[in-house]
């Protein structure tokens, strides 16, 4: 059966707010997956490599609490007392992004459960997501050959990645859309912003506004 809609999803892998709504993606596609098909769209948040100084990792802390908070998504230990006190991590979106791409090109449905699955990684158990051999580690996990995904990895790791992440910000400016997340919906080669921050930590809400947007099937 071919997808009454589009959900287009303008994200990044190493942004708290996307994790936020991780809940209420997932929801959506597990209920609303026959009439709705995703579309990913990394933006690069961390377009160049940015080290975590005390500033920025103070900023991360306050930013994470409040998603905590207003979305009930976990942040581990690893995470909080590790990752981001540790000298030396670096944030760079673009090798997930590129891992994300190269799932996605080995298996359709593999792409957005690679996002999860870095999400997770980075903000549940402190992982640098940054590194190959760590996204090597987690497609595997999600099921993709290890070998195959390499390969694709590094076809995706270059041009490809710069060119899908300038494609993304170009989508979020013609929408004006308000950073990352943004999230569209897509019937009829119409596209809606879809108002998602109104239903952090509440996914069924969002399910059923959703549901109620997306055409009636005959």
């Known amino acids: 059966m071919t997808a009454a809609a589009t959900l287009h999803y303008i994200?990044?892998?190493l942004c708290g707010w996307c994790y936020a709504a991780q809940p209420l993606v997932g929801a959506a596609l597990a209920q609303l997956g026959s009439r709705l098909a995703l579309r990913l769209h990394g933006g690069g948040l961390f377009g160049e490599p940015r080290r975590v100084d005390a500033e920025l990792a103070q900023h991360?802390?306050?930013s994470?609490?409040?998603i905590?908070?207003?979305?009930?998504?976990?942040f581990g230990e690893a995470y909080k007392q590790g990752l981001l006190a540790e000298d030396g991590t670096v944030l760079y979106s673009l090798p997930p992004i590129a891992a994300v791409l190269a799932a996605g090109s080995l298996d359709a449905a593999k792409a957005y459960p690679m996002l999860v699955a870095i999400q997770n990684a980075h903000y549940q158990r402190g992982l640098r997501v940054a590194e190959p051999m760590v996204l090597d580690e987690l497609a595997e996990e999600i099921g993709l050959?290890?070998?195959?995904?390499a390969l694709a990895y590094a076809a995706a790791d270059g041009?490809?990645?710069?060119?899908?992440?300038h494609a993304?910000?170009?989508l979020l400016d013609e929408v004006d859309g308000q950073g990352f997340p943004t999230l569209l919906l897509e019937t009829d080669g119409r596209r809606t912003l879809l108002p998602h921050h109104h239903y952090y930590g509440r996914p069924e809400a969002f399910v059923q506004a959703l549901a109620a947007q997306l055409p009636v099937l005959h």
Request: charged fraction near 30%; proline fraction near 6%; avoid cysteine.
């Open 145 to 149: 050959d290890g070998a195959r995904f």
């Open 159 to 165: 041009h490809a990645v710069f060119e899908h992440v």
């Open 168 to 170: 993304s910000r170009r």
């Open 68 to 74: 905590a908070q207003l979305s009930g998504q976990p």
């Open 11 to 13: 994200h990044d892998p």
């Open 60 to 62: 991360i802390v306050h």
């Open 64 to 66: 994470d609490e409040r």
